[in-house]
């Protein structure tokens, strides 16, 4: 029976095509809208590594001085070189990594290639394997090299090719800030969104970082923070870099990967402990307060999907629920002008369930026509989204779930806008309609 | 095959209460060709929509094929619809947008026959009306009286034992007209019973039996048992 009904409302498209059109143009206009901006909130907020979120944590440290504390107070974002430092030497956690960004000018000493300004990232070689980057050639450096601070780097494809064009060049040298460094890898295309390794960067590139060098081969080379850093006047002002590192200055995001319930209890005891020493020495003025958000906290922590994606997103969704009102008028005046028909099938035995499954799949089949309309318009909202955002740019694309959504979505509405037409046509007395016929 | 007494419909307004049938007695038998007559507002059509369980009834009794119809639900009254009563209108009332065969589907559809049981009945019934060789053709396609005879095609695939024919050749002209209605003499000699509302006289005199209703009520029958049909048995009628 569904397939005859399925042919029934095929049919009743053709049969008042401004009608239909009508319809099926407000509901994809709906649809479109609604995808668009949930597509947006759903790329900035979801889950970028679903399988490690819950086992890789940023810790915090409350390095805060004692005059302006207040108790409950959210301790810094990031953290300071010494306790970097000596976390990293620490090695607690099944792996750890530092990481900061750098802005190398990157010189290919060639005169048709002027050195030019790279976003890049100076990180401890932990990081590789935590965020899982994906390699085209070669691989990250070793741990000696990661200790030692060689002058190794690790280069984006993007980079690669404009300097290399398609073939290997590890083992070649690129020069970063007037020292050469040896390229041990390439990186295939990585831009994980949102961009949880580092949120708190100064900038937010259009590309992921091209540059990757040991953490600790920026730090003896003094590459300062191109990023959010955050000091406390509580430290001496000692002059240059040196200095910079022994102040209370926030900086670099730390990430500690904790398998278990039984290690994150196991790593918070660490802290607790490396603070206690800490006092010891003259820091850390304010009371314990660690906290340790794994990948999903921190990232509704700051907020990613901001208070106007929100918005948006709830508006769109406001401008779907019109558009389903206007196809409830549309389809109740449609479904009225039917009513002889309703009148001459129930007369020759359909139930009022028949009439109301026949017009529910009529309303199903309206949106379909609905959900391809949506689905072309949605995919044209998110052009102009990748167009005109920056924040969102390349990163808002479809994918088989959200196509899956955008059809439901749409379905779903013509549904619910049929529910009124449907059950006013099935409670029509026949014989009012068929001498009216 | 229909028996209603003491009947009455009543349809109510937040102003008036309208009767518009009253005290309403009649018994069609198994077999029967019925003429009812009356003049406009007499409850002719109001007798025939209860007939054909289309709408429900006031007060009274109303046995149809020896069991009351009285609380049944709309499921049931549909089932019944679908497998003993078969309908034709004045206006034809058939779909504009189904072919000829997809229209004669229709109640075949609703009784769940398979897709070769429903294409041997239509195409049985449209060859019984003559207009087997026009299956693809569209109702607009059609003069009136092929219309009709698409009308009485559908409401014979499900092989109804009740025939209820509303005024079926108000729209016709004569010569239509007189061939829809033998039609229905042949289709009530093969045993359906047929209850026919009409305001021609002449029709009516070809019936077995004229039933004339005035306000709502019963007020002459048996004027005319014909005399062209002695297989039809006197009818008796409550008084």
């Known amino acids: ?62 390095t805060g001085s004692a005059e302006d504390y207040k108790a409950g107070d959210e301790p810094d974002l990031q953290l300071g070189y010494l306790d970097t430092d000596a976390m990293l030497r620490a090695r607690h956690g099944s792996n750890r990594t530092a990481v900061y960004g750098i802005a190398p000018i990157v010189d290919a000493q060639r005169k048709d290639l002027p050195p030019s300004g790279e976003a890049g990232l100076a990180m401890t070689r932990g990081f590789f394997e935590m965020f899982e980057l994906p390699f085209r050639f070669g691989g990250p450096w070793n741990a000696a090299e990661d200790d030692a601070g060689s002058d190794v780097v690790v ?18 040298s690129v020069r970063l800030a007037d020292r050469d460094y040896r390229i041990v890898g390439v990186l295939d295309l990585w831009r994980p969104v949102p961009r949880y390794y580092r949120l708190l960067s100064g900038s937010s590139p259009t590309e992921s970082e091209q540059v990757m060098v040991p953490f600790r081969n920026a730090i003896s080379r003094e590459w300062r923070n191109d990023g959010w850093t955050n000091c ?103 479904f009225t002008a039917r009513s002889g028909e309703i009148g001459v099938r129930r007369a020759l035995g ?88 | 095959m229909l028996t209603m007494k003491n009947l009455s419909k009543i ?55 020896g069991a009351s119809v009285r609380g049944l639900g709309d499921d049931a009254r549909s089932r019944l619809r679908n497998q003993k009563i078969g309908f034709i209108f004045q206006g034809f009332n058939l779909i504009p947008d189904l072919n000829l065969f997809d229209n004669v589907e229709v109640p075949l559809r609703y009784r769940g026959f398979n897709a070769q049981e429903r294409k041997r009945r239509i195409e049985l019934s449209l060859e019984r009306v003559g207009l087997s ?41 004569t010569a239509m007209a007189r061939g829809v209605m033998e039609l229905l003499e042949e289709i009530n000699s093969q045993g359906t019973t047929i209850v026919m509302v009409t305001h021609d006289a002449e029709l009516a005199q070809r019936a077995q039996r004229n039933v004339h209703i005035i306000d709502g009520q019963v007020s002459d029958f048996d004027r005319n048992i014909s005399l062209l049909r002695p297989r039809a048995a006197a009818v008796a009628i409550p008084a």
């Open chain 1, 1 to 62: 029976m569904w397939n005859y009904y399925f042919k029934l409302g095929l049919m009743s498209l053709r049969r008042n095509p401004i009608l239909t059109s009508l319809m099926v143009l407000i509901l994809g206009f709906g649809v479109g809208a609604s995808m668009t901006a949930y597509t947006v909130m759903h790329v900035l907020g979801g889950d970028p590594i679903p399988h490690k979120s819950g086992k890789m944590f940023v810790p915090q440290l409350d």
């Open chain 1, 155 to 172: 280069i984006g494809r993007v980079l690669s090719e404009k300097l290399f064009g398609a073939e290997d060049p590890s083992g070649r």
């Open chain 1, 232 to 334: 406390n006047g509580s430290s001496p002002d000692e002059p240059g870099f040196a200095g910079f590192l022994k102040r209370e200055c926030n900086w670099i995001q730390y990430w500690v990967q904790l398998n278990d319930a039984a290690a994150v209890a196991e790593y918070r005891d660490y802290l607790a402990a490396h603070l206690a020493q800490q006092r010891k020495l003259g820091r850390f003025k304010r009371p314990d307060n660690i906290r340790l958000r794994d990948v999903r906290e921190w990232l509704a922590f700051n907020d990613v999907v901001d208070a106007d994606t929100r918005l948006q997103t709830y508006l769109a969704f406001g401008f779907l629920l019109v558009c389903i009102v206007n196809v409830v008028g549309l389809l109740l005046a449609k």
């Open chain 1, 350 to 437: 359909a139930t009022r369930g028949n009439i109301i499954s026949q017009y529910l799949v009529e309303t199903v089949v309206i949106g379909l026509a609905g959900a391809l309309l949506g689905l072309a318009l949605s995919y044209a909202g998110l052009l102009v989204v990748d167009h005109y955002s920056f924040e969102s740019a390349g990163i808002a694309k479809h994918d088989p779930w959200m196509v899956a959504a955008t059809v439901a979505v749409a379905i779903v509405s013509a549904v619910l806008a049929g529910l009124l037409p449907t059950w006013r046509a099935a409670l029509q007395v026949p014989a009012l309609q068929l001498k009216s016929q």
């Open chain 2, 11 to 65: 349809y109510c307004t937040h102003l008036i209460e309208t009767h518009a049938l009253r005290g309403f007695d009649i018994e069609v038998r198994e077999g029967e060709f019925v003429a009812v007559t009356g003049p406009s507002g007499s409850g002719k059509t109001t007798f025939l929509n209860i007939a054909g369980l289309l709408e429900d009834f006031s007060d009274g009794d109303f046995l149809f094929d």
């Open chain 2, 133 to 173: 060789s026009r299956m693809k053709h569209y109702p607009a396609e059609l003069s009136g009286g092929q219309q009709q005879r698409v009308a009485i095609a559908r409401a014979l695939a499900g092989e109804p034992r009740l025939l209820l024919a509303d005024e079926p050749t108000g729209n016709l002209d």
